[in-house]
């Protein structure tokens, strides 16, 4: 029998209140055991709230304007009820459950199951999937009817959830390394297969339909299909070089740490596509990039990844921020491509011909690269044991205009999504935090018309929820401001005398002098001087520091500020 979708939204609003993986694991295990084969892609999809994989054409394309226009048609909520429920929960999905049950969708709802059958999960994904492929003229429009229509069939706990699977906001801790965890309990099949079947085809529903069909053979056989994205390894923040060495055991490679886009770059013969660090498809952005890989590579199947970086007129780089204009500016984009000439600097080797590498070790992915890369530009590196030779690389990269060094372990295998140990990046700054914008006041005088003071807010990981710790309108040019504004007022939930609320979506990297405790906020921290430094287009909220963080480095600071880092800064300064 066709599961229904209802199910699904009782079996989140479980796992949410659940905080032992295990016990969230064992319910879903559980629960898509149960599944038929021809749906167990779509449940899955839908419990994550990833419906469609990233590398993917479909796009739902539903704005949170679009989202609160609807619920405020369905519900007759008025702007100051949306404020008020977003502001207790600051969960999207939640708001809606609560206004439709206020207003009394309930019983409408209700009486309406008696003559319906109740919504299945094929209904409400097929639904989905007709909104991600319309397109073209008219196609807001026809996107927002197929939307009411679905809403105003469902109880308000399907609206809750509905909801978040739009805005891929399920706040109930089961990621997808979760549910990878799950369908191997389910399916009783080796957790490393799951995992490394998921990331060669890239489509976790995919992966649970193979593992109930086909079970171990049937995942084992899977090959690595080029043009899906692999999540990015990611890094940890260190100090300075000592601690970046003592972690890797006394050696370690350093890297000069490039300020531009990150890219993962797949090749087959002469197809060529450029994943972002976001896993989207940035390849029409860069198209002499393109180009190089074309004729450069000494391959006819590769995955390889590198920085792109934006070069000035004096060859040396510039900031990451003149790059961003490639990817916003679709329409004069030639223009802005030869005004803002980039450069590929490759780092990391995942795939070649036929042969996956992420299990092999740094070194010898390196040294695949290296017979690869053609005339491409490797990153500059050093490989040392000795801090004062590492002390001086890191002042080289300086010199030239970048960021700082990355430390990688000289062992390691590439670990997709993880931020881990194994790779520490070094940067000057001593401490810096990726804040999301909740809130921003209308500026004065020159800034009248911009939303140019910032809310600064961190997450807490275990409600999802953010909490300010500190405010400035310091650090943005002026274009930047005029940017923002637009951006920020496309994501409004209310506003309150000077004040306009936002939904949590832009990252900020945001400076300061020190930590404080302090009552002003309810987080209890408060940033003294902080100063944006830099839009983080690359990042998604929930890719932000955390409260966790924040109270780790507000210990933390006392131990380091007198140290070495406070040399570094008034060499530099
Ligand atoms: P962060 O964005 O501060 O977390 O630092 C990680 C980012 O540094 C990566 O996503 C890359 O875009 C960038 N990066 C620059 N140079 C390197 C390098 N040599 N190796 C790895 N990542 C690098």
């Known amino acids: 029998m066709a599961a229904k979708f209802i199910e699904i939204a009782e079996l989140c609003d479980k796992i949410a209140k659940i905080n032992e993986r295990n016990v969230k694991i064992s319910l879903v295990s559980n629960f898509i055991k149960e599944i038929s084969p021809d749906e167990v892609d779509i449940a899955v999809r839908l419990i994550i709230g990833k419906i469609f994989p990233e590398w993917s054409d479909y796009r739902l394309e539903i704005s949170w304007s679009t989202i609160i226009k609807l619920i405020k048609r369905i519900t007759k909520a008025t702007n100051k009820d949306i404020l008020e429920e977003f502001s207790k929960t600051g969960d999207p999905g939640e708001m809606t459950q609560v206004l439709m049950e206020k207003k009394g969708i309930i019983k409408q709802a209700t009486l309406m199951t008696l003559s319906q059958p109740e919504l299945t999960i094929i209904d409400v994904y097929r639904t989905l999937e007709k909104i991600a492929r319309i397109k073209g003229e008219g196609s807001r429009e026809r996107k927002e009817i197929l939307l009411e229509n679905l809403l105003r069939l469902t109880k308000p706990l399907e609206a809750k959830y509905i909801v978040k ?9 089961f990621n997808e390394g979760l549910m990878e965890e799950a369908i191997a309990k389910a399916f009783r099949v080796p957790i490393d297969l799951v995992r490394k079947a998921n990331m060669m085809i890239g489509d976790i529903g995919e992966v649970a339909r193979i593992a109930l069909l086909k079970g171990y053979e049937g995942l084992k056989k899977i090959k690595m299909r080029l043009f899906h994205p692999i999540k990015p390894m990611l890094a940890q923040q260190v ?22 886009v990150r890219v993962q770059i797949h090749k087959k013969d002469s197809k060529v596509r450029i994943f972002s660090r976001r896993l989207t498809d940035i390849t029409e952005s860069l198209p002499e990039i393109v180009d190089l890989v074309r004729k450069e590579i000494i391959a006819d199947e590769v995955i390889v990844e590198g920085e792109v970086i934006a070069i000035g007129k004096d060859k040396r780089p510039l900031p990451f921020q003149y790059l961003m204009r490639r990817f916003k500016r679709a329409r004069n984009l030639s223009k802005v491509i030869k005004e803002i000439p980039a450069d590929l600097y490759l780092f990391d080797c995942l795939y ?4 996956l590498l992420i299990d092999s070790k740094y070194v010898d992915r390196w040294n695949i690269l290296e017979k690869i890369h053609g005339r491409i530009k490797l990153v500059p590196r050093s490989i040392t044991s000795d801090p004062n030779e ?18 990688k372990k000289l062992d390691s295998e590439y670990t997709p999504g993880n931020r881990g140990k194994k790779w520490l990046k070094i940067k000057l700054i001593l401490s810096t935090l990726d804040l999301v914008i909740v809130a921003a006041d209308w500026g004065y005088g020159r800034r009248k018309n ?31 401001f005029e940017e923002i504004t ?14 306009v609320y936002v939904k949590p979506e832009i990252v900020v990297e945001v400076s300061f002098d020190e930590i404080q405790k302090s ?53 530099y300064n």
Request: no cysteine; charged share 35%.
């Open 352 to 355: 070649v011909d036929g042969e």
């Open 239 to 260: 100090e300075n070089i000592f601690e970046a060495l003592k972690e890797h055991g006394g050696k370690s490679a350093f890297e000069f740490k490039l300020d531009g």
């Open 450 to 480: 911009w939303l140019s003071d910032y809310y600064l807010a961190a997450r807490d990981e275990k409600t999802g929820k953010f909490y300010v710790i500190g405010k400035t309108f310091k650090g943005l040019t002026d274009e930047e």
């Open 390 to 407: 590492a002390q001086k690389f890191f002042d080289l990269a300086r010199k030239e205009g970048h960021e700082g060094l990355m430390a």
């Open 486 to 499: 637009q951006r920020l007022l496309k994501l409004k939930i209310g506003e309150k005398g000077r004040t």
């Open 165 to 173: 699977v739009i805005l891929g906001e399920m706040r109930h801790g």
């Open 519 to 571: 009552p002003k906020y309810e987080s209890g921290y408060a940033l003294r001087f902080a100063r944006i430094i830099k839009i983080r287009y690359d990042k998604s909220p929930e890719e932000a520091d955390t409260l966790n963080t924040v109270r780790e480095l507000y210990e933390k600071q006392f131990k380091v500020k007198a140290k070495n880092n406070l040399l570094n800064l008034s060499r």
